[in-house]
């Protein structure tokens, strides 16, 4: 079964704007990486935010982390047509080789 | 930055056939690679993982024998769909992981994915 829950599980915006995404999960965990999948192509690794970690940067990219709530959000500051895909969020647990569980994504499109 | 290539990219195939899926890590060891599938418009679901040398461990519902992993050198994984059937096709993507003292071995890299599709 899936740990992470993510929402929304669909978003549109303008090219320019702002995009949120959360997500939550239900065990403890040792990190949360967040991943980009455009449409039919593999998976590409944004950032990873460990457990005693709470808020990262990466270019556009900001993600937070609450593990009191057990969520996680990724928020993309001033969005572009070539943000349009796919963004999951994975939990990696220190048990059975650092395993990632993936959430069940969300699907962004930016519009020009 | 770690490569990761999987071959062929997409496989046509006829019903009951047996495909290989190829998963190479092309720049750095991997002692440690998972296998996941992906239905169209969901999230990945973990199959297996695979550790160089010693069996796979596969997760809750994934037929053992339904899919084969071998994992006989550090840098590459296959998976084998066996007599494939209408309902496995879907993305399977795998991802490696390199050993401690070779970067980050809590980052997966992950390969481009392969298409299977089984008539």
């Known amino acids: 079964s899936q740990q992470g829950e993510e929402d929304p599980q669909a978003l549109s915006i303008q090219e320019g704007e702002n995009a949120t995404m959360n997500c939550s999960y239900k065990t403890s965990i040792n990190n949360l990486q967040w991943y980009r999948q455009n449409s039919g192509r593999g998976l590409v690794h944004l950032i990873l935010i460990r457990s005693n970690e709470r808020e990262k940067h990466s270019g556009r990219l900001r993600v937070t982390l609450d593990t009191s709530k057990k969520s996680s959000s990724l928020l993309i500051t001033a969005s572009r047509a070539a943000d349009t895909a796919s963004y999951f969020c994975?939990?990696?647990?220190?048990?059975?080789?650092?395993?990632?569980?993936f959430g069940g994504g969300t699907r962004l499109m930016v519009k020009p | 930055g770690a490569v990761v290539s999987q071959h062929p990219s997409w496989v046509i195939c006829k019903s009951g056939t047996s495909v290989k899926i190829e998963c190479r890590s092309l720049d750095f060891q991997a002692t440690t690679m998972f296998w996941y599938r992906q239905f169209p418009k969901q999230s990945l679901m973990l199959m297996a993982t695979s550790n160089e040398g010693s069996k796979a461990t596969y997760e809750q519902g994934v037929e053992k024998d339904k899919f084969l992993i071998n994992h006989a050198s550090l840098t590459l994984s296959t998976l084998t769909v066996t007599s494939a059937h209408p309902e496995d096709s879907s993305f399977y993507i795998c991802?490696?992981?390199?050993?401690?003292?070779?970067?980050?071995?809590?980052?997966?890299?992950f390969g481009p994915g392969t298409r299977l599709t089984v008539l």
């Open positions: 991802s490696a992981r390199p050993p401690r003292g070779q970067g980050r071995t809590d980052t997966q890299y």
């Open positions: 994975a939990t990696g647990h220190n048990n059975a080789g650092n395993m990632l569980t």
